[in-house]
C-alpha cells in the first residue's frame, strides 16, 4: 500500500530583529509542522538577505530569474500550503517581504493572463496551495489601528497578492500589542497560532 505523502507547507518570516516574538512564532510554527511529520520549507528572509529590489530585466514577461529566485518561485510553486509571518509597518509588510512578493509572486509562476491578453485583464491564478495564513505583529492597539488607518494588510494578501493567484482560503491574524505584552500572553499567542495552522492542514487531509 502507498504511503501517504504529507502536505508540503512553505514559512516565510521577515523581521530583522533576531529576537522578535515574529522569529518565535516562525520557529513554534517550523516545529509544530515538522513535529507533525510534514515537509517544511523555511525561509527567514533577512537571514538569508534576500535581495528585496527587483531589477528591470526580471520585469519582462518571459524573463528567467537567478538561481535564488529561481529556487524561491520553485517553493512557492510546490506548496499545498503556505504561512506568512511579519510585522504590520506603516500598515504594509516590510520592505524585504514586498521585494520577495514582487520577485516571486510573478507571472506563469503565481498567476498568467489568458493568451492574447496583454495583462490588461483578469489574471489567471496558478498556486496549488490550499490555504494561507498570514501572521502579523503590531504596537497598535487594535481598535485604533482599525479607527484610524484601517486594515490595509488584509486587503493586500486577501486580495492583492493571494486570492489573485488562486488561493482562496486565507486566514490572517494579527497579535498586539508586542511591545508592552507579557511573557504570558507571548505564550498564548503562539498556542493561538500554531493551533490555527495545525487546523488549516488537518484541511488538506
Known sequence: ???????????????????SFCKSLARAVVLELKNSGHRVTYHDLD???????????????????????RRHCADLVRADGIVII????????????KGWIDRVFRTDVAYR???????????????????AVVFNT??????????EFGDPLDTIWKNCVFALCGVRKVIR??????????????KAWIAEAVKIVRRCVKGLK
Open 47 to 69: 537571514a538569508e538577505k534576500f535581495p528585496p529590489v527587483i531589477p528591470a530585466r526580471e520585469i519582462r514577461r518571459g524573463a528567467v530569474p537567478a538561481g535564488l529566485i
Open 113 to 131: 493572463f489568458d493568451e492574447g491578453d496583454d495583462g490588461e485583464g483578469v489574471p489567471v491564478g496558478l498556486l496549488k496551495a490550499r490555504f
Open 173 to 186: 491574524r494579527t497579535f498586539g500589542v508586542i511591545v508592552t505584552s507579557s511573557i504570558k500572553q507571548r
Open 138 to 147: 503590531s504596537d497598535t492597539e487594535k481598535t485604533r489601528e482599525l479607527k
Open 86 to 97: 511579519h510585522p504590520n509597518w506603516w500598515g504594509q509588510p516590510p520592505a524585504v517581504m
Open 1 to 19: 500500500m502507498t504511503k501517504a505523502v504529507k502536505p508540503n507547507i512553505l514559512v516565510v518570516c521577515a523581521n530583522p530583529k533576531a529576537g
